[in-house]
């Protein structure tokens, strides 16, 4: 129960690799808030959440939009009066080469993947930072990047990979920002993980096993447990000395 008494936003926590941390952390004991786009998939997680006897909550949010962001976090500090850790989730991944892909498509994903990165930062470290000075000051900021930008390049996927490649970059330059107001910043980058995104069109759950087996060192996909365990490590004050890290968590796919 590492997680008592504190409060926890996870953005894109309607699904997937989000839902999974969400649920971590309401099973050590801390109060979720998952926002994002989808209202219907954000109540089904706060449902998932309740049932294991912890609270919840779900706030749509448009993470590229500063002032929708900007009344996320007012809202969650005016209805619990203050933020501890917040996990930034929220992504979109597009495919296609660097002279073939729709410009259309390379502005959503920077904004998405970077822009909503950065505001959600903006605006967690400004809520974080009036906590500082208190009994329990500052705060926990985990980013989920991807080992594909800053420690993989894979051909049709550029525009994915500079917006992650902008996280960690990111993430590490606000780390260094940021400590001494006690609020620490880091980074998760999974490779292949259990979930719809690791999927290539018409691919089956048991192609892409069957795939992994040759492609990646470890031979499997990860799971969400894996990837929701090294979140909550980071968060936790185990991971204390932890500043401006970007744990590549692939099984060997960039050693």
């Known amino acids: 129960m590492r997680f008592t008494d504190k409060v926890v936003l996870v953005t894109g926590g309607g699904s997937g690799v989000g839902r999974a941390i969400a649920l971590g952390f309401a099973r050590e004991g801390a109060t979720v808030v998952v926002a994002g786009r989808g209202r ?21 949010v448009d993470v590229t939009d500063s002032a929708d962001v900007a009344r996320l976090i007012g809202d969650i500090v005016g209805r619990y009066g203050r933020l501890d850790v917040a996990v930034n989730n929220a992504g979109t991944f597009a495919a296609g080469t660097v002279a073939e892909l729709a410009e259309e498509d390379w502005a959503r994903v920077m904004e998405v993947n970077a822009t909503g990165v950065f505001l959600a930062m903006k605006h967690e470290i400004a809520a974080m930072r009036a906590q500082h000075g208190g009994t329990q000051g500052g705060g926990v900021i985990v980013n989920i990047g991807s080992n594909i930008g800053a420690h993989v390049r894979i051909p049709g996927v550029g525009a994915y990979a500079a917006s992650k490649a902008a996280v960690s970059a990111l993430t590490r330059t606000a780390a260094l920002e940021c400590i001494e107001e006690n609020i620490r910043i880091n980074a998760v980058s999974p490779g ?20 992994m087996r040759d492609e990646n060192p470890i031979g499997r996909v990860g799971t969400l447990d894996e990837i929701t365990g090294t979140v909550l490590w980071l968060a936790s004050d185990e991971a204390g000395f932890a500043v401006g890290l970007d744990l590549v968590l692939d099984g060997g796919a960039a050693a």
Not at 199 to 206: D, H, I, K, W
Request: charged fraction near 25%; proline fraction near 10%; hydrophobic fraction near 45%.
């Open 40 to 60: 219907e998939a954000l109540e089904q997680t706060v449902k998932l959440i309740e049932a294991e006897g912890a609270g919840a909550a779900a706030l749509p």
């Open 192 to 211: 292949a993980l259990d979930a719809p995104m690791s999927l290539r069109p018409g691919e089956t759950p048991a192609d892409r096993a069957n795939r």
